[in-house]
């Protein structure tokens, strides 16, 4: 892969993938992520009010463990302590606090489950100064500090091109939810409670939370989904494709849905389905894995993949809630089977760029 979004020198690329080092990050990434699910599972599971702080906080581990073990263990990261003088280096330090303030916001609101709600929006402010920490680097120090350090931005037409491929593939899948009876459409100020006292006609209605989910929403979530993507994406990733592009992406996407289980076993995404649901989810990692990875090939930036899953998950949800709501989750489109199968076709498609043969 391009070293522009490798946390590998460019001039040192090992031709085996470092297993060693995988088990080290695969170790925190779950061991870490698997003991948020544990807490979450003794407080309640998907019914407390925490949820959804804690599944914000679960998102941050994986880029926690590649920024831990590339700062202080491996010499010959780009982001190691000792060799890392240019501004990224701020941002990292910045990401460690953030994750300390997650950490710390999730054990108040596990003891007091009121404050589970108030939290997140506090924690909003040092997202959004992230956001702004990052536009200062980048201005004063130039792109070249964040692709040396593994983390370049990419190029705008695949954040925004690709980004409307995703929004037209989730409104595909909802049309054909409708016209196959495979949902029923949304009442939003049923769904909505707080809109309910709203003047306002049902367009309008649609059109603000569409503005607040699917325009503004990913970058508000963007350094929370770059705590996946720089561990998977950009450290794991890396590692596994020395196996082959197309073969490491496919073990990458397995991992990544088993990451998932301990939500599932709760219910999340596919209620009373642990068995089926585990399944399907390794399904859907697997169809996003090659997606973003495609993204990450294109653009050679792993910001891409940071906003284009925050995009995903901002868009399911928007045209879940608030459009049509399928009937099941196992058998309508969305991440039920058909959406899995209709992915399954993205996939090959995209499998057929000759990106996928490239060794570097």
């Known amino acids: 892969m391009n070293s522009e979004v490798t ?43 925490s949820t959804g702080l804690l599944f914000q906080f679960q998102m941050l581990l994986p ?25 990224s280096r701020w941002f990292v330090y910045f990401y460690f606090l953030l994750t300390g303030l997650y950490l710390i916001g999730s054990i108040v609101s596990l003891i007091q489950p009121a404050l589970g709600t108030t939290i997140p929006s506090l924690l909003l402010i040092p997202n959004f100064l992230g956001l702004i920490l990052l536009v200062v680097l980048r201005m004063k120090a130039g792109k070249n500090t964040f692709v040396d350090a593994g983390m370049a ?15 037209v593939f989730f409104g595909l899948q909802t049309w054909l939810n409708y016209f196959f009876k495979l949902g029923t459409v949304v009442d939003l100020k049923t769904a909505f409670p707080q809109l309910g006292t709203s003047n306002l006609p049902t367009t309008m209605l649609m059109f603000s939370i569409a503005l ?23 450290f794991l990733q890396t590692e596994l494709i020395r196996l082959g592009r197309i073969r490491g992406v496919l073990l990458l996407g397995i991992i990544w849905g088993i990451w998932h289980w301990p939500l599932i076993w709760m219910g999340y995404n596919y209620p009373d389905q642990p068995v089926l649901g585990s399944v399907f989810m390794v399904a859907y990692c697997i169809i996003l894995a090659y997606f973003l990875a495609y993204a990450v090939f294109k653009s050679k930036g792993i910001w891409t993949a940071a906003y284009l899953h925050a995009l995903n998950n901002q868009t399911l949800s928007f045209f879940v809630l608030a459009v049509v ?18 992915g399954a076709i993205v996939v090959l498609l995209l499998l057929r760029d000759p990106v996928w043969k490239e060794t570097e």
């Not at 190029?155 to 690709?162: E, L, M, P, Q, V």
């Not at 196992?330 to 089977?337: C, E, V």
């Open 212 to 234: 607040n989910t699917v325009i503004i929403g990913p970058f508000l979530g963007l350094i929370i989904s770059f705590g996946e993507e720089y561990g998977w994406r950009g």
């Open 325 to 342: 709501a399928p009937t099941s989750t196992l058998y309508s489109f969305g991440m039920g089977l058909p959406a899995l199968l209709l």
């Open 153 to 167: 931005g990419g190029k705008a037409r695949i954040w925004f091109g690709y980004g409307l491929g995703l929004v």
């Open 63 to 87: 880029a926690f463990s590649a920024m831990l073990l590339g700062v202080f263990f491996f010499k010959d990261s780009p982001i190691f302590y000792r060799s890392n003088r240019g501004a």
């Open 7 to 49: 946390p590998q020198p460019a001039t040192s690329v090992p031709s085996a993938v470092n297993w060693f080092r995988v088990a080290w990050f695969l170790g925190l990434a779950f061991g870490l992520a698997w003991l948020v699910d544990l807490a979450l599972f003794l407080s309640g599971g998907l019914a407390n009010p």
